[in-house]
C-alpha cells in the first residue's frame, strides 16, 4: 500500500495558525456580504468593500442614522467585522515574525496574486515539494483537476472532489482572483476563456494554471515567467 505522509510536528502550530486566520476571512466575508446586501436593499447602492473594512471612519452609520432597526444591525455587522479584521491582521503579524519563507518557496511572491500570507500558507500546506512525483499529482491534491469518469466519451461519474487539500485549493482560488484583478497578462488570459466558457470555469482555468506554475518554481527553484504560463 502507498505510504501516507506524516506531517512534520514542529510546523503544525503555526499551519494550524494560519488556517485559522483563513476561516476567519471567510467568516467576515461572508458578513461583508450580508451587510452589502442590506445598504443595497435599503439606500440603492452598493458600498466599496474597502470603506465597509476601514477601521478609522465608519462608514455604515452614517447610512442609516434616523432608522432604528437599520441602525442597529449596521452596528452590529461593522463591529462583528472589526473585531474580525483586528484578529485577522493578529494572527498576520505573528506568522510573518515566526515564518520565513524556505529556499525552495522565495520564488512563490514572484507570482501574480500571491503576497506574503498566501505563499506562507502554500509552503506550509505542501511542506515538501519532492513528495508529488509529477506536477499532475501536486495539480490533483490542490483540488484544480476535475475527477469525471468517461467510457467512450460518455460521462460514466465522477470521483471525491473533496480529495486533496482545500486550503491549496482556496489559496490558489485567492490567488487567481487578486491575480486577476491587478495583472494585465493574467486578466487577458482570463477575459480570453471566459469569452468562450464562462467566469467560473475561467476562474477554475486560472487557479489551476497558477497552481502548477507553483509547483515547476518551488521544485526547480526558479521565477514566475508569464511567457511560459501563457504562451
Known sequence: MPEGYIYPKADRPIRDLLRKRGHLVQVRTSLINSLQGIISRNCGFRLNVNKIKQRK??????????????????EVSKNAIDFLTKQIVRI???????????KPFLGLQTIPGLGKIL???????????????????????????PTVWKSNDVKKGKGNSKNGNKYLAWAFSEAAEFAR?????????????ASKTNRMIAHSALAHKLARAAYYIMRDNVEFDHRRLFA
Do not use: W
Request: with cysteine; proline share 1%.
Open 92 to 102: 498576520e503579524t505573528a506568522v510573518v515574525d515566526a515564518v520565513k519563507l524556505r
Open 181 to 193: 484583478r491587478h495583472d494585465e497578462t493574467v486578466r487577458a488570459y482570463y477575459n480570453r476563456k
Open 119 to 145: 505563499s506562507m500558507t502554500i509552503m506550509l500546506e505542501t511542506e515538501r515539494i519532492e513528495r508529488f512525483a509529477k506536477v499532475g499529482n501536486f495539480s490533483s491534491y490542490c483540488r484544480k483537476v
Open 57 to 74: 471612519e465608519n462608514h455604515i452609520a452614517p447610512l442609516f442614522a434616523g432608522q432604528e432597526d437599520l441602525e442597529l444591525s449596521g
